[in-house]
């Protein structure tokens, strides 16, 4: 299960290549080194990985052990110390500045506007037309199941009706990349798992490439085309695999022998048995 250079693929199996299209996103060997007070602390060392368009990467391991750290990296956040970090490719040219959407732990909205023009802040910070982007909102809110609430204000809405609308907002100028931070980690456990099946609908319909940061292995395993495993002290990738599960994932997939021995996997790899 684990990925191995070129195990299955056409290199292994003697077939040509010239047809596969370059990563959309590449990380080798990416390393970080916060300094602090003439301290040095390794918060991601040797980071490898590829992502191709349209994937849903999970980014999974305990605290601490660098996960907001790289996506930091591949936001234009923070710069990194070592190794190469490459977003975009000759098809799919790539501008950090407004490429990227992103989608943190809490909703972040404005309190004082109403939920259309949250979702449109984006969309008014780079400029693009009014009509077309409030058209773009309005679809974006019926797309995560919130149509009819573009007048509310967002103390009328729960929490996970909130983060929701953080997501509608991650997409209203059409990002290529979409990036989250454990953006469910405040939600209660039902409505977590509501969302988890709500996020797959949502990349699946907008096609969009996401990177997902969570401590969950489960979750990582139930939305992932991939999972990449980070452990702490040391902090460093773990391995990457390739999760191939029953599509449409539904809950029920949860009490597959597959999926059981993913996650088996993924607890091994971090050590807790
Ligand atoms: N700006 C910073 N300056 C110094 N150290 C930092 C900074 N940001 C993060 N760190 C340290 O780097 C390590 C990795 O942090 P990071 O936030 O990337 O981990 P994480 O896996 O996302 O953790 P969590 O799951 O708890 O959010 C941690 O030990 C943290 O204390």
Known sequence: ????????????????????????????????????RGQEFLAVSDATFDVAEGELITLVGPSGCGKSTLLKILAGLHGHDGGIVRIGNDRQPFDAGRDIGMVFQQALL?????????????????????????????HLLALVGLA???????YELSGGMQQRVSIARALVHDPKL?????PFGALDALTRERMNIELRRIWQDSGKTILF?????????????QVVVLTARPARMAARITID?????????????????????????????
């Open 213 to 225: 940061v969570t401590h969950g292995i489960a979750e990582a395993v139930f939305l992932g085309t």
């Open 1 to 36: 299960m684990l990925t191995t250079l070129n195990t299955g693929s056409p290199i292994a199996s003697g077939q040509p290549v010239t047809d596969a299209p370059p990563p959309f996103i590449h990380l080798k060997g990416v390393r970080k080194v916060y300094r602090q």
């Open 148 to 154: 009819g609430f573009e007048d509310k204000f967002p």
């Open 178 to 182: 979409v990036l989250m931070d454990e």
């Open 245 to 273: 599960l029953p599509e449409p994932r539904t809950l029920d997939i949860k009490t597959h022998d597959a999926f059981g021995a993913y996650t088996r996997e993924i607890y091994g790899l971090l050590g807790m048995h």
């Open 110 to 138: 404005l309190k004082w506007r109403r939920i259309l023009d949250n979702v449109m802040l984006p969309a008014e910070i780079l400029g693009l037309p009014v009509k077309e982007s409030r058209e773009r909102a309005r």
